[in-house]
């Protein structure tokens, strides 16, 4: 399989979820900016929307959309336990995270990355982004991942999204709870891994 990603983006999620799953990949850089990969092929022709990540087969078959790309993962090695079996009702649970940080959380981001976004919009944004991530930390009280204690791919993904709070202005050095449970998805060697490859960290 091949991972298209770009360093820090929600394709870190996937990329966190492959190591986790012991399977083997390999990373392309798509650069979300130019929209290029190393070798100058143009994106465009890969992923027709130019964003990341995309996950290609070994059969070439593409995959987009990273909460359904770490399902696919995570059901090629069940196993491993990264997210429930289909058909149960805590596979609709877990779905039910991934579409929460999908559309509340990760793009509750978006205005904050995009150029041009007015001052105004932005200030709605970070409030609505404090209010749900107030309500995810009341979530994680008692627990040690979303759900429970066993860590999931709707962990990996809110891990990659909360990463950038920082880097946006969002304040969540309140969020006892978020915070524990990031330290402890940060302290897992596949997360370690996977920030290390994407020059993350050291």
Sequence with gaps: ??????????SLSPHIVLREAGLSFDLEL???????????????GISPLGYVPTLELD??????EGPV????????????NLVPANGTFAR????EWLSFISTEVHM????????????????????????????VDAQLAGKNYLMGENFTVADAYL???????AVT?????????????RARVAARPAVQEAMKAEGLSK
């Design 1 to 10: 399989m091949k991972l298209y990603y770009s360093p820090g983006a929600c």
């Design 30 to 44: 798509a650069s979300t900016k130019t929209h290029k990969l190393a070798d100058g092929t143009d994106y465009y």
């Design 59 to 64: 059969d070439g078959t593409r995959l987009r």
């Design 69 to 80: 790309i770490v399902q696919y993962i995570a059901d090629q090695v069940p196993q491993r």
């Design 92 to 95: 609709y649970r877990a779905q």
């Design 108 to 135: 509750g981001f978006r205005p904050l990355f995009i150029a041009g976004t007015p001052d105004a919009f932005k200030a709605i944004a970070k409030e609505r982004l404090d209010v749900r991530l107030k309500w």
């Design 159 to 165: 891990f990659v999204v909360t990463n950038w709070a």
């Design 169 to 181: 202005g969002i304040d969540i050095s309140a969020l006892a709870n978020l915070n524990a449970f």
